[in-house]
């Protein structure tokens, strides 16, 4: 039997390697293409997807439900916003320092929510997303984090080798979907691995898991620990687009959204979590412009677009009860299949 053949050389790596890579490219290209407000909304999308794709690694792949993960990202965002301001790091190793933040942060979560299950561990990670961010008002912390006016931040400018003329949306559309693309990669290569066959064990069935000599409650932890890194970068990076770090941006809401947009988009499936994100920020300012466009009376126009915003999310959900990603994989799988066996 041969050697078996480097980490670096394996198809499943290289293969997502090339994927990142293309997705880097298309992504450079279309910043470029579209104006300011298109790149600060692909900005948004990334920050929103950076946080999605850790909770499809917890809810959809090792089964555990959190409506915490908008807490993560008010850590992730914080702490962004202190190093920054108070110590001057340069944002990469502040982005770097928030994901690790977070993920001590999910690891004492994690460790206290092992021992809960379905609705009681939805209960304990709402209250979490509920009383966290309040945190921040304080008595102690008023000082240092703001009170409910946040903190504002003001990270280094795009570098002057871009030119003295160069987009700061485009900055941040680059930022933002550069740190989701390496987290996509480093997830898609996890999820590939054993940690993911282990995920999917313990989700499936903890006590089968178990005999097989799983440590349940470790994985569940570990599942929990890479989630809030994740929705710390993406807390960090809200922060860095948004130049502020507040908690009227980490309400409950957010963190329902997180869970209808891996839900949408297809539970369990990382691209499913980019397609969720898209949704939540491009489908509610396409209702806005709806709305406006309509000329209705004030009150109808300032509520139209939830109306709206709803409908599509019902349409969706029953046109692609897999969600986005299953419906694209239920209509070109066949396609795909046919073209491998014609080979």
Request: aromatic share 8%.
């Amino acid at each position: 039997m041969g050697r078996p053949l480097p980490a670096v050389l394996r198809p499943t790596l290289v293969r997502h390697a090339a994927l990142a890579v293309l997705a880097a490219l298309a992504l450079y290209v279309l910043t470029n293409v579209l104006g300011a407000y298109r790149d600060l909304q692909m900005a948004q999308a990334a920050y929103f997807a950076c946080a999605a794709v850790g909770l499809t690694v917890l809810t959809g792949l090792s089964g555990q439900i959190s409506l915490g993960q908008g807490a993560f990202m008010a850590i992730g965002a914080y702490t962004t916003a202190l190093l920054i301001n108070g110590w001057h790091w340069p944002l990469a190793a502040a982005l770097f320092a928030s994901a690790l933040v977070s993920a001590a942060a999910g690891l004492f979560v994690g460790a206290a929510a092992a021992r809960l299950r379905g609705p009681y561990l939805a209960g304990a990670t709402l209250a979490l997303a509920v009383g966290l961010p309040e945190l921040a008002s304080y008595g102690p912390l008023t000082k240092h984090l703001g009170a409910q006016n946040g903190m504002s931040i003001s990270p280094a400018p795009p570098p002057l080798s871009l030119g003295e003329t160069f987009p700061l949306e485009r900055w941040q559309a680059w930022i933002a979907c550069g740190a989701t693309v390496i987290t996509m990669f480093l997830l898609a290569n996890l999820t590939r691995s054993r940690f993911g066959r282990t995920f999917r064990a313990v989700r499936d069935d903890e006590i089968a898991a178990s005999l097989a000599g799983i440590h349940v409650a470790r994985t569940q932890v570990l599942a929990f620990v890479v989630a809030a890194a994740c929705g710390g970068l993406g807390g960090g990076l809200l922060a860095f687009v948004t130049t502020l770090a507040a908690p009227g941006a980490f309400t409950i809401t957010l963190s329902l959204q997180l869970v209808s947009a891996i839900i949408l988009g297809g539970l369990g499936s990382l691209a499913g979590a980019i397609w969720g994100s898209l949704i939540l920020v491009l489908v509610p300012s396409w209702a806005s412009d709806v709305a406006q466009s309509a000329h209705l009376s004030h009150n109808v126009e300032s509520n139209l677009p939830l109306a709206i915003y709803g409908l599509v999310l019902v349409v969706v959900m029953l046109a692609f009860p897999a969600g986005v990603q299953g419906g694209l994989r239920a209509l070109f799988g066949p396609i795909l299949a046919h073209a491998r066996r014609s080979q």
